[in-house]
Structure formats: C-alpha cells, structure tokens
C-alpha cells in the first residue's frame, strides 16, 4: 500500500472505542508507545459532548494503566495554539475519537497541529484512529453523506476504510464499493476491530471483528491475528 514512510504505528479502528472489546489491541498499542500518557483529541465529537468522550476515554485508559490528556481541540482556532500544538508533537500515542469526520477535516486540514501529529507518527509515536479519525487519516477518503468519496488527509494514501463495515447500512457499503477509484483498496472495518500498520509496514487485525478489503478481484475477509497483504 502506497503511503509515506513512517516509523510509528497507525491503528484504524471500525468504531465502538474506548470498550472492553478494543482492550486488548489498546493495550498492545500502549505497549508499544513506550509510554503511560494517552493524548485524547475528541475534535470530531466537538457537537456531541466531547467532554463525555474525554471522560470516557480517561476511564477506560486508567483500567489499562494509562492517563489520558484530552486536549479540547474543537474548532480550527485551537488547531493553531502552540500549546496543542507542541502537546501533539511530544505525545508518543495519539488518539482521535469518532464523530463527523468533515468537522474533524475542517479543523485539522492544512493546520500546525495536523502537521505536528504527522511529525510525531514519523518520529515512532502511536497513532489510533476511530470511525471518523480513520476515515478521514485516509485519501481518498468515505464521505459520510452517502458512501461515494472525498479528499482525506491523506497520511495513507490510496486506502479508504469503511467503519462500521458489519453494521452499516447495505446500500451505503455497496455505494463505496462500487465506486472505489480504481488505484485504491477499500478496506471495512467492522466495530471493536483495528487495521493496525506496524514500524515496518505490515499490517495485522485485531480486536472481535473482522477486516474485509475490498479492489480488484473478489473482497477478502482477515480475522484478529491476521497479516493483511494491503500492498498493491
């Protein structure tokens, strides 16, 4: 799978974080930040009590022996200040919850914190992505409006997930499956589930669910513990 070089770990979570079913691939992945601190951005949840989301997401990372910093980045504004800024870039495991993913868009496209969680991904931190965070991390990117595409953030490029894959509406699925530009690969994501990209490029599942990629050829399906060969 194309996509710039990294040195940290990407996981692209269906949904559902912050739920005992995600614990152990969250645990794996604080594992591997070498760290205690979660940095928790609820920006797409900015119109829907991100401060509950913050909460939330502090509980569950203290049963598994972390804390949470949740820095309320909820308009573009705050995407600027040098304080969220710098917190993004000394952060070893970064967390973006689910939401609207355009509003997340509007918020991170083209700004320094965006640009700050970029340099921290290539530096070796941890970066989790939930339903609208995974998304929109991808270009091209699933446009909640109705399963066709948009422009994503393009930190992976030619991959689009579908979150939500086992649960989703039918024709809202099949809408983004068959319009899925020719170069990419489409990968649903079902809840409680992480596409996870190791350091080295490799890409796993975990969690209860199942991945599903969709391209050329007929869509193949990869259960928790299995390599998903993304690249083209």
């Keep these: 799978m194309a996509g710039k070089r990294t040195s940290g770990t990407l996981a692209l979570v269906g949904g559902g974080e ?12 604080l594992a591997g930040s070498g760290g205690t601190e979660v940095v928790i ?8 009590h991100a401060d509950r989301v913050a909460e939330r997401a502090a509980k569950y990372f203290a049963g ?3 804390t949470v910093r ?14 969220n800024v710098h917190a993004i870039r000394e952060a ?40 609208a965070g995974a998304t929109l991390l991808c270009d091209p990117m699933v446009d909640p409006r109705g399963g066709a595409y948009t422009v994503g953030l393009g930190l992976l490029s030619d991959l689009a997930v579908f979150p939500y894959h ?7 699925r099949e809408r983004s499956i068959d319009l899925l530009p020719p170069a990419a690969l489409l990968a649903g994501i079902d809840e409680h589930t992480a596409l996870v990209r ?17 391209g050329d050829g007929e869509p193949a399906r990869f259960q928790s513990g299995d390599r998903v060969p993304l690249a083209r």
Excluded at 70 to 83: D, F, G, T, Y
């Design 166 to 172: 086992g649960t989703a509406a039918d024709h809202l």
């Design 198 to 214: 190791a350091a080295d490029g490799g890409w796993t599942v975990g969690g209860e669910g199942s991945v599903t990629v969709y």
């Design 41 to 48: 951005l609820p920006t797409a949840a900015a119109f829907e």
């Design 64 to 66: 598994l022996g972390a």
């Design 92 to 131: 070893r495991f970064v967390y973006l919850a689910d939401g609207s993913p355009l509003h997340l868009r509007s918020v991170l496209k083209d700004s320094a914190l965006y640009d700050a969680l970029v340099a921290a991904y290539q530096g070796g931190a941890v970066v989790a992505a939930s339903g």
């Design 70 to 83: 949740s820095l309320m980045v909820l308009h573009r504004p705050e995407a600027q200040e040098k304080a």
């Design 18 to 29: 912050f739920e005992a079913a995600c614990a152990g691939f969250d645990a794996a992945l």
